[in-house]
Nanobody, 119 residues
Framework: VQLQASGGGLVQAGGSLKLSCRAS????????MDWYRQAPGKTRDLVAS???????SVVDSVKGRFTISSDNAKDTVYLQTQSLKPEDTAVYYC??????????????WGQGTLVTVSS
C-alpha cells in the first residue's frame, strides 16, 4: 500500500488549502483515514479522521475550520482547511488503516506535506 499526499504550501493567515492523500496498491477496503500534523519541535498529533461508515471527527482546535472528506472510488482523503492561523503551520501526514487483498491489515503513513501559514 502506498500513500501520496499533496496540497501543502505557503498561505497567509486567514487563507485556505486543500490537502489530498491517495492510497493505492492492494487495498480491499479502508477502515479509516486520518490526518495528523507535526509542528517543529512538537509531537505528531491527530487532526481529523474519517471512518468506513462515513462518520468523521476533528479535534477541537480546528473544529469549524477544517473538514475531512473522502472519495471512496479514488481511495482518497481530503482535508479542507480554512481560516488558517500561524499555529496551524506543520507537516501534515495522512494515515490509513486498510484491509489488503491478501486479508491482512495495513496501517501506515504518507510522506507528509508542509503547510506554512504566515502572519
Amino acid at each position: 500500500v502506498q500513500l501520496q499526499a499533496s496540497g501543502g504550501g505557503l498561505v497567509q493567515a486567514g487563507g485556505s488549502l486543500k490537502l489530498s492523500c491517495r492510497a493505492s496498491g492492494s487495498i480491499r477496503s479502508i477502515n479509516a483515514m486520518d490526518w495528523y500534523r507535526q509542528a517543529p519541535g512538537k509531537t505528531r498529533d491527530l487532526v481529523a479522521s474519517i471512518f468506513s461508515d462515513g462518520s468523521t471527527s476533528v479535534v477541537d482546535s480546528v473544529k469549524g475550520r477544517f473538514t475531512i472528506s473522502s472519495d471512496n472510488a479514488k481511495d482518497t482523503v481530503y482535508l479542507q482547511t480554512q481560516s488558517l492561523k500561524p499555529e496551524d503551520t506543520a507537516v501534515y501526514y495522512c494515515h490509513v488503516d486498510v484491509l489488503t487483498t491478501g486479508g491482512t491489515r495495513y496501517i501506515g503513513w504518507g510522506q507528509g506535506t508542509l503547510v506554512t501559514v504566515s502572519s
